[in-house]
């Protein structure tokens, strides 16, 4: 197989020096056919070698890194790149990777994380160049299949689901198998807005912890499965007893590392869960029960943490502190009063702040019970798809005052998304009967025509026109009138006779004088002044 051809870019020598003195690119079927220091030099030797691999600064004379990634994907739309960063580039490295970029490193230059990527990007080109036969299919087939179990059980194990493994049915159908010692499951989470982030920023992310959990745990002596589910890696880790505190460790270890990428992406917080560890495969559904709840357990201890089995917290008591809570949301509901609202979910907060040991997972379902609450007393449409948007949100909340400001949020959004609707709903009809008169202030309307026009009562109708504008409809179709009148009488020479009829007056006696008493003169005068 053909050598994979690499460029590096970089404006500094030392660090173009460092990186090929670094790597072994022989024994990684590569071979570097380029090296620039600066943008320009780095698109001519990309333009000319069609390399499979570009490692480029983020910042560059010439062309920035992110310049020369937006004009060599044009060129070569399948090459990797991998970008190199300083913590200060925090802005750069989120726009290369919006860019399509999907590995970057950070100064100083690491040997083992910069061959291990190399490994992986060479891995993945590899795999993309060779044509699959017959039998790798089939072999492809089978392997994703125990994927699917794997993950699959995995997933039972994130949600806290009752399962029942003994090993010959973990062999059987989810093709693991178990040496004497210890298995244990784990999950890490990553806390972060997602829509300040974007997709590919997390997407990233979560790939790099699962690299770092892969650097940490391999070749200790451990059996490993591990995965991406959304914001979660999740895994199985079997290993001799005499490992238990090495295990601990390495996690640790691999729980500091990823507390590092928060030094360019910012608000990205991350935590780990430990299920207890269990000679007896028949046990492993009991352990991996716990992980949920141990997670959660960051709203309380903070992040950051190796959250593990604990025995001592107190009973939240959720229904105690939701009678009050009722009461209080009930009524914000009733007089649409945000500030109510936010009173309501405020005594939450503050009566659990009292207790001195609660669970994470309790907190979680007691905001989870008041957002319930909240909507049905609210009445919102898609009630449903709301609230299964609200949870997605509240997992992303890395503590307990997110949680409640959370719920804050939520609140307002919907009571004033309701009372705008209803605001809407008392301004249409007095919009559409505003076009009415205006289109027929000409002729004798009443009160009882316009009301029943836009589909009112003529007594809820009055009150609301009064509401509205601030003036009885009586007296806003004689300004109307009058406001026409005015026009006619400044840019034509009809009689005011003819203008008292065209304006809806029969009485030209009674239109003289209701002209004279709003503009002060009469219609004459008025055409002589302003005509």
């Given at each position: 197989m053909e050598k994979l051809k690499v460029v590096i870019a970089d404006d500094e020598e030392r660090i173009c020096q460092l990186i090929q003195a670094l790597i072994d690119w022989k024994y990684l079927g590569m071979e570097l056919v380029g090296v620039a220091h600066n943008g320009i030099e780095a698109y001519e030797a990309v333009r000319e070698q069609k390399p499979d691999i570009l490692i480029t600064d983020i910042r560059m004379p010439g062309f920035s890194g992110l310049e020369l990634i937006e004009k060599v994907k044009d060129i070569c739309p399948d090459m990797e790149v991998i970008i190199i960063s300083g913590y200060a580039h925090f802005e750069y490295a989120q726009q290369a990777i919006r860019f399509g970029v999907g590995h970057y490193l950070l100064k100083p230059i690491n040997k083992a994380e910069l061959t291990e990527t190399l490994e992986k990007l060479g891995k993945r080109i590899s795999e993309r160049q060779v044509s699959e036969r017959d039998k790798q299919v089939l072999l492809e087939k089978a392997q994703k299949n125990d994927d699917e179990m794997r993950s699959r059980?995995?997933?039972m194990i994130l949600k806290g689901e009752a399962f029942s493994v003994n090993a010959e049915i973990l062999k059987a159908q989810y093709g693991i198998e178990?040496?004497?010692?210890?298995?244990?499951?784990?999950?890490?989470?990553m806390d972060c807005e997602e829509d300040t982030l974007g997709c590919s920023s997390v997407s990233v992310l979560m790939e790099k912890s699962l690299e770092i959990l892969d650097r940490n745990l391999s070749g200790k002596g451990l059996e490993t499965i591990i995965e991406i589910q959304g914001f979660y890696c999740v895994g199985l880790?079997?290993?001799?007893?005499?490992?238990?505190?090495?295990?601990?460790?390495?996690?640790?270890?691999?729980?500091?590392?990823?507390?590092?990428?928060?030094?360019?992406?910012?608000?990205v917080e991350f935590s780990m869960a430990l299920g207890i560890p269990v000679r007896d495969v028949k046990e492993l559904g009991r352990s991996g029960a716990e992980i949920p709840d141990l997670i959660r357990q960051r709203l309380v201890k903070g992040c950051g943490r190796l959250l593990e089995h604990q025995e001592d917290y107190m009973p939240l008591q959720s229904e105690k502190l939701l009678e009050k809570y009722v009461r209080e949301i009930t009524y914000a509901a009733e007089v649409m009063s945000t500030e109510l609202a936010d009173e309501a979910a405020i005594y939450l907060l503050e009566k659990v702040n009292e207790i001195k040991k609660p669970r994470g997972c309790d907190i979680l379902e007691l905001v989870y019970s008041a957002a319930d609450v909240f909507t049905a007393c609210i009445q919102i449409p898609n009630r449903a798809e709301s609230l299964m948007a609200f949870r997605r949100q509240c997992e992303q909340c890395s503590d307990?005052?997110?949680l409640f400001e959370a719920l804050r949020n939520f609140q307002q959004k919907y009571i004033r998304e309701i009372e705008e609707k209803r605001e809407n709903d008392r301004v249409r009809p007095i919009r559409k009967a505003k076009e009415y008169i205006q289109n027929h202030y000409g002729e004798p309307i009443t009160l009882e025509e316009v009301s029943s026009e836009v589909g009112l009562s003529p007594t809820y109708f009055s009150v609301l026109f009064k509401k509205t504008e601030g003036e009885g409809f009586a007296r806003y179709l004689i300004r109307v009138r009058i406001e026409q009148a005015k026009i006619f009488l400044r840019e034509n020479n009809l009689p005011v006779t003819e203008i008292c009829r065209k304006v809806g007056y029969n009485d030209l006696k009674h239109f003289t004088q209701t002209f004279e008493k709003i503009t002060g003169v009469k219609p004459s005068t008025y055409r002589k002044l302003y005509g």
């Open positions: 059980l995995l997933t178990c040496r004497p010692g210890l298995i244990q499951p784990f999950c890490m989470k880790l079997n290993y001799e007893s005499r490992m238990q505190e090495e295990v601990r460790r390495l996690l640790k270890n691999a729980l500091s590392q990823m507390e590092l990428q928060k030094a360019i992406f910012k608000s307990t005052e997110k």
